[in-house]
């Protein structure tokens, strides 16, 4: 009697190993595909050496102009700002958008992205978890992050004399804290493909709500206390504010620290609402046989 009822729970460990190992190696190969595809477009590097200097550009030269001659309105900026650094001020800001943008996109346009190659419906009926088609290009965005921030500060020091005195731990907790809020949202905007089929209106929303609200190239205490209210609730205001801190004033993890749980605060209600979304609609658009719609 012993023996026959240990079988079946044995059973159910041993299948659940072999699930275990088979998503783990349906990931390993999600990844290998994305830097495949990567790889097989080299000409991507180009905007990872262009964008760095190109896009702060216009708002580097515009804070050249305002700050006046011989940099009389510099005081000012101190005085709201908290550091007359502004160039190294408006680089992170940009910066972490561009991060963050990229990040957005990629999740966000990755289901649709499988659906221009004609592999959604194929993928989408192997028993492979549906969040890996989405998780997948995380490591291969993450390493080419690495080289676009690599770019930024070399570029910024040859063209502009800029350094960072940086401290790293912070900088790096920072951004490791934003992930789970910001893959949140990707996973929301993911699942409004399903059904909206274009993930271009959502991200160009949230990219725009972010230019003006998060203070990428200003501090938000100049904007209408109203709009300050909003930008506080927004995970990006904070990724851009602990960034700035840890990258301009070597502040410590100490100070940067309720900006990190808030973060951690986001990343969970985030990423619950993208997985409970992102599984609705999934399941609706399989019951209607809308996965192949464009």
Known sequence: MEIATSQPSLVKASLSRTSLIAEIRAFYTIIWREWLHFVRYPTWVIAFIIWPILFPAVYIF???????PGGAG????????????FLGYIVVGTTVWMWANTLLWNVGFALRGEQMRGTLESNWMTPTSRFLFLVGTGPVHAATMLMFFIFTVIEFRIFFNLTFEANLLSLLIVFLAAIPALYGLGFTFASLVITAREANTFVFLVRGIVMIFCGITYPISVMPAWMQTVAQWLPPTLIIRAARAAALNRAPLSV??????????????WLTIGYLTFSQIERRARLKGALGQY
């Open 62 to 68: 515009s804070s050249f102009a305002l700050a006046g």
């Open 74 to 85: 510099i005081p000012r900026f101190l005085q709201v700002a908290g550091t007359e650094n």
């Open 256 to 269: 940067v620290a309720p900006d990190v749980l808030l973060l951690l605060a986001h990343g969970a209600f």
